[in-house]
């Protein structure tokens, strides 16, 4: 009976070693099967696929019988349509299509018209593709008389024109998720960038001009770097060389708070319609829609167009920082009115409008040259995300001391091999070990069954 029980023993164990051989293998296979290749390290969001149909579906349409595109609520892009033709190739090419009455020249007509007009400051403008109109915001510092003129001339331009008082005021808004201070105040870092040479960070223009020194503490202690080169008014950026030229953490996440961020895995424009989510050093990490493109502001210090309008909320202390979306940098906090209680418009600068111009890309390890990294997280508030939303979509990391983790947690990472190999390596020692074990009790047997023939 003894015997047989540590057969059974036996056997159990080099059954259960075998099953977690096979395991381990499939654990290893799965995550390799699910690792994104090189080729792939950047992928298109779920948002630029739609957005790309819509797009390539307008400029198959022509600006006559097309007025835009956006994602509907469902991800499905949604082109406007003049008639009932272009909406029958909308559908077959697999788009949802909406007639409506303006066309896109129509309503280029009128952004044209407003540019040419006197300037008003406190006064905003953006194609409204989903009601198929553009709509004038003016903010409290408007004048009876200036709105009472430019309500004239939307008037004059019929039906394609809405007109909306604002509260607030339109302003350029300071600082955001990664804290910068300088002489001149203090602002935020959005993405870190490179020409090649060397490495910068990408933000605001308004923040500062060229020559301006940033510190990334408040006692000026610690030199972060200096403005190089900046746009504003006209456009909303700028760089800022770090002092060694590098990035010292070489992350690729944005900070969002309590020591998190957001791996980024490329650039790409906005879409209207697309859930986007921003960070800032104030108010923390709040998501919104995007409502328009190619916005027009009339900021107190200048004119600033091709602007990213939103939902999102902002307060004062949130300029520069990243505006983003599966993953994916889209813009830099430019300006708005409103705050996180009561709500808002936000208005960010494109990242890959901004990247053309000044001719750089997007750093990080894991990005492949089109990654974004933020800037060194510091002292950054809590996540405080609206509209129910607790974490941005994307894979989120530990930032803060050069994004280390340690073995054990990468080991244990079901998203990696580690966790396969652990079964692995078990099962092998459980293996040998059964095996050492049953040859130790055949050597012990031998021996007392011939000892009795030794002495």
């Known amino acids: 009976m003894r015997h047989a029980r540590r057969r059974i023993v036996r056997r159990g164990a080099r059954f259960a070693a075998v099953g977690g051989l096979l395991c381990g293998g499939l654990m290893v296979t799965h995550a390799m099967a699910s690792e994104p290749s090189d080729a792939s390290r950047a992928p298109e969001s779920a948002a630029q696929l739609a957005a790309a149909k819509g797009a390539g579906l307008v400029s198959r349409l022509g600006t006559s019988r097309s007025a835009g595109s956006w994602i509907a609520g469902d991800g499905r892009p949604v082109v406007a349509v003049t008639d009932s033709t272009a909406a029958a190739e909308v559908k077959r090419a697999g788009a949802r299509p909406k007639v409506v009455r303006h066309s896109m020249r129509d309503l280029k007509s009128v952004t044209e018209a407003l540019k040419s007009a006197p300037r008003v400051a406190g006064t905003a403008w953006a194609m409204d593709y989903v009601n198929n109109e553009v709509v004038v915001q003016a903010d409290s510092s408007v004048s009876a008389s200036d709105w009472s003129r430019m309500t004239k001339l939307a008037q004059s331009m019929g039906s394609s024109v809405r007109m909306e008082r604002t509260r607030g005021t339109f302003t350029t808004r300071l600082n955001a998720a990664q804290p910068m201070f300088s002489t001149g105040g203090r602002c935020s870092a959005g993405f870190n960038v490179t020409n090649g040479k060397n490495e910068f960070i ?149 990242l890959t409008r901004a990247m053309t111009a000044l001719a750089v890309k997007l750093t990080g390890p894991g990005a492949q040259g089109r990654g974004a990294a933020a800037a060194p997280a510091q002292n950054s508030p809590a996540p405080a995300a609206s509209q129910g939303t607790a974490v941005a979509p994307g894979s989120v990391q530990a930032v803060g001391s050069g994004n280390s983790v340690s073995l054990l947690d990468r080991l244990t990472d079901p998203q990696n091999i580690g966790p396969g190999l652990l079964v692995i390596a078990g099962s092998v020692i459980a293996l040998v070990a059964t095996r050492y074990i049953r040859t130790e009790q055949d050597r012990n047997r031998y021996r007392r069954q011939y000892s009795q023939s030794w002495g």
Do not use: M
Request: hydrophobic share 30%.
């Open 202 to 350: 990408l933000t605001a223009g308004h923040c500062g001009p060229a020559g301006s020194v940033w510190f990334s503490d408040n006692q000026g202690t610690k030199q972060l770097g200096q403005t190089v080169t900046t746009a504003f008014p006209g456009n909303d950026f700028s760089l800022i060389q770090y002092n060694n030229g590098e990035n010292d953490t070489g992350n690729n996440v944005v900070s969002i708070g309590g020591g998190k961020g957001v791996e980024i895995l490329g650039a790409a424009d906005a879409a209207v319609g697309q859930r986007v989510f921003r960070s800032g050093s104030t108010s923390g990490l709040h998501d919104g829609r995007v409502k328009g493109l190619d916005a027009t502001v009339n900021y107190p210090e200048g004119t600033v167009t091709g602007l990213i309008e939103t939902d999102v909320c902002a307060e004062p202390g949130d300029s520069g920082g990243p505006l983003f979306s599966e993953g994916i940098a889209l813009g830099v906090t430019s300006g708005g009115n409103g705050d996180c209680t009561t709500g808002g418009t936000t208005f960010f600068q494109p």
